[in-house]
C-alpha cells in the first residue's frame, strides 16, 4: 500500500530523483513537500565529476536542506512573492508563523532527546523492558505524565524505528544547520527567496561535493563558521 509518511529519493544518483508524499491544502504539508524537495534539490546539485560512492549527502546536511526549504512555509517574503498574498497579510501570517516554529522548536527539541535516548537503550539491551523506559523518558525529557496502568509498545507506533533507525537526531542537527545556513544566506544575499545567487551559493559550497568532506566541515564550509547553536538560539529567541 502507499506510504502515509514522505519521503525523498535518489534512484540512481545520476538525477532520478523522486519524491513521494501525500499532499493536503494546509501549512503543515506545504512544509512538508518544501522539505522534501530540499532533499531533492541537494540530491540534484552534486558535481558531475564526483565518483559515483560519493554522490551522496551527509545525514545532517541533507536535514539542514531540507529544514531550510521546509521553512520557507512560514517565510514572510515566500508567501507575498511565491504564495501570492498581499504584504500586509503575509507579514501578519509570517509574523505567526515565525512565533509557531519557533515553540515548535523547543518541544522538538524535547522529542529527539526521547527517541534517542530510547534508540541508544534499545540497542544496548533490546531485551530489557522497552515499553516501560519509553514512558520514563517521556516523562524524563518531556515533562509528561505516564498513563496509568499503560502496558503496551507504544515506542513500535513510532515510524522511525522501524525504517530509519539511528536517524532522528540527524533532524535537531539539521535546525542547527538550517539556521546557520539561513544567516549566512542572509549576510551573502540578503535571503533565499528569488534570489539566485543564494541558490549558486548552496549549490557550490554544500550540494556539489557531495560525501567527498567530511559533514563537520561541509558546513563550516557552507556557512562560514564551525556548528554552533548561536543562530538557532537567535532565531528563537527572536520568534
Not at 531540507?66 to 512560514?74: E, K, P, R, V
Not at 551573502?188 to 528569488?194: K, S, T
Not at 534570489?195 to 562560514?224: H, K, T, Y
Request: aromatic share 8%; hydrophobic share 45%.
Amino acid at each position: 500500500g502507499k506510504n502515509q509518511h514522505a519521503f525523498c529519493i535518489d534512484v540512481d544518483r545520476g538525477g532520478d530523483v523522486r519524491v513521494l508524499a501525500n499532499v493536503i491544502d494546509n501549512h503543515g504539508w506545504t512544509d512538508t513537500m518544501l522539505h522534501e524537495l530540499g532533499h531533492g534539490v541537494y540530491d540534484l546539485g552534486f558535481d558531475d565529476e564526483l565518483p559515483w560512492v560519493l554522490r551522496d549527502t551527509h545525514l545532517v546536511t541533507t536535514e539542514a536542506s531540507a529544514l531550510l526549504f521546509g521553512a520557507l512555509a512560514g517565510d514572510r517574503e515566500w508567501l507575498e512573492r511565491v504564495l501570492g498574498m498581499d504584504e500586509r497579510e503575509a507579514d501578519e501570517l509570517g509574523g505567526r508563523l515565525r512565533s509557531a516554529r519557533a515553540a515548535e522548536l523547543l518541544v522538538f527539541t524535547r522529542w529527539v532527546l526521547v527517541v534517542n535516548a530510547f534508540e541508544r537503550a534499545l540497542y544496548a539491551d533490546p531485551e530489557s523492558d522497552l515499553d516501560t523506559l519509553w514512558w520514563q523518558l517521556v516523562a524524563r525529557y518531556q515533562l509528561l505524565t505516564p498513563p496509568d496502568g499503560r502496558n503496551a509498545s507504544d515506542w513500535a507506533a513510532k515510524i522511525h524505528v522501524a525504517v530509519a533507525p539511528v536517524y532522528y537526531h540527524t533532524y535537531l542537527y539539521g535546525a542547527i544547520v538550517a539556521s546557520q545556513l539561513n544567516d549566512a544566506l542572509r549576510s551573502a544575499a540578503g535571503g533565499l527567496v528569488e534570489r539566485p545567487e543564494a541558490g549558486a551559493l548552496l549549490q557550490q559550497r554544500l550540494f556539489a561535493p557531495g560525501a567527498s568532506i567530511r559533514w563537520d566541515r561541509l558546513v563550516e564550509q557552507a556557512s562560514g563558521r564551525s556548528l554552533s547553536v548561536d543562530s538557532l538560539a537567535r532565531e528563537v529567541a527572536a520568534a
